[in-house]
C-alpha cells in the first residue's frame, strides 16, 4: 500500500502560512537495483517538477539496501499531489519500493515533555521562536509546574501533569492530550520512564535525550561519578525511544573534551550545552524528513 504521508506525519498537520505550496519532499527506501534514482527523476520531470537536492544510499551495490531524499520544487503541490501519488505507487510501488511524499510547508506538531531541569526545553522554545526549527510546537507537558509561566511566554500551551505513585493515571492523561494532536513526542530531560503501552498507544515517534555516560555511569550523579573516574569526554545521544531503555536508533551524537582540573559542576554545565545542541539537531533533522529508520539504525541525510 502507498505510504501518502510521513508515516509519522498526520495528514492533519498545520501548515506554515509562510510558506509557499510548491517544495516537496521524497523518500524512497527498498531493496536496491538498477534504475530507481532515474525512475524517479524521470516521474518528477514529467510533472515538470525541478529536484532541489538529491541524496541517496545504498548499503551495498549488489542487492543492498537503498535509501534516498529527494527535495523538489513543482507549483500547485497540493492540488496535484493526488496525481503525482498515483504515478509514485504505480512505478516505485511495483517496483517493491516504499515512499514516503510530505511537503514542507506542513509542518510536524511536536509535544515537548520536560522535568525540573529546563535547558533542553527552552533550547528548543527558542530556536523555534528564532525560526530555527521548522515544526509546530503543540505544547509543554510536565510533571513538575516549575517552568509554567517560561513555557507561556512563548505562547505555547502548558500542561502540568504530576506523576504520583501511579504512572498509568499520567499515561493516561498524556494520552489523552496527544492523541490526533501531535506528530511527534520529545523528551527533553523528562525523567521518568515510558511504558511499553505508552509507546504502541501515542502511535508517533519519540525523540529522547541522554548524557552518553550510560551504561558506564546509570543512576543519580552521572557526572560526579564521571569525575571520580577521570572522565576526558562529555557527552550527549539523542535517540528514539523504543521498548529496550535507552537502546532505540541514535539520531545524532556530540563530545566536549574535558580534563582533571574540571570539577563535578563544570562537567554537568558543558553536558547540558553538549544535550542542547544534540537534540535540537535531531529535532530539526526529523522535522525536516532527513532520518530514516533502518532496523536499529538510522540514515540521516
Known sequence: MPATTDPHTSPQGNSNPGSV??????????????????????????????????????????????????????????????????????????????????????????????????????????????????????????????????????????????????????????????????????????????SDEFLVEVDVPVINIHHSFLPAFIGAGPYQKAKERGVKLIGATAHYVTRDLDEGPIIEQDVVRVDHADTAADLARYGADVERQVLARAVSWHCEDRVVRWGNSTIVF
Open 21 to 194: 505550496d510548491r517544495t516537496g519532499r521524497l523518500i524512497v527506501t527498498g531493496q536496491d537495483h538498477p534504475g530507481i534514482v532515474a525512475t524517479v527523476s524521470t516521474i518528477l520531470q514529467e510533472f515538470g517538477a525541478n529536484i532541489v537536492s538529491l541524496d541517496q544510499y545504498s548499503s551495498d551495490a549488489e542487492g543492498g539496501s537503498f535509501f534516498q531524499r529527494t527535495v523538489f520544487d513543482l507549483a500547485d503541490l497540493s492540488a496535484r499531489r493526488p496525481e503525482l501519488e498515483v504515478q509514485l505507487e504505480k512505478r516505485l510501488g511495483s517496483q517493491g519500493l516504499t515512499w514516503t511524499l510530505t511537503l514542507e510547508q506542513q509542518l510536524k506538531r511536536v509535544a515537548i515533555f520536560a522535568s525540573k531541569s529546563d535547558h533542553c526545553l527552552v533550547e528548543l522554545l527558542w530556536r523555534h521562536r528564532r525560526g530555527e526549527l521548522k515544526m509546530d510546537v503543540a505544547m509543554v507537558v510536565s510533571n513538575h509546574s516549575d517552568h509554567a509561566e517560561v513555557v507561556r511566554q512563548f505562547g505555547v500551551p502548558f500542561f502540568h501533569v504530576p506523576v504520583t505513585g501511579d504512572k498509568k493515571e499520567a499515561e493516561r492523561e498524556h494520552l489523552r492530550l496527544l492523541k490526533g494532536n501531535v506528530d511527534l513526542v520529545v523528551l527533553a530531560r523528562y525523567m521518568q520512564i515510558i
